[in-house]
């Protein structure tokens, strides 16, 4: 059995509490996973083009408030 047949097979067990538990936990972890990843990417310029792109954009006038 892998880990993750492991981990699926714990979570099904859970109570409804536990998984609801489990639930916020797993969000506030994927939440900060993502936060992250998002951080070390614009540090690596990864989010560069993507940010100038953006601002030609709205320099062209091509973009509209919200």
Sequence with gaps: M???QT?????KELTRSELAAFR???QEFDAAQWDRQIEEDALA???DGLA???LADHKAGRTKEL
């Design 2 to 4: 892998t880990r993750i």
């Design 52 to 54: 100038e792109k953006a």
């Design 7 to 11: 981990i699926e097979r714990e979570i």
């Design 45 to 47: 310029g990864k989010l």
């Design 24 to 26: 916020r936990w797993f």
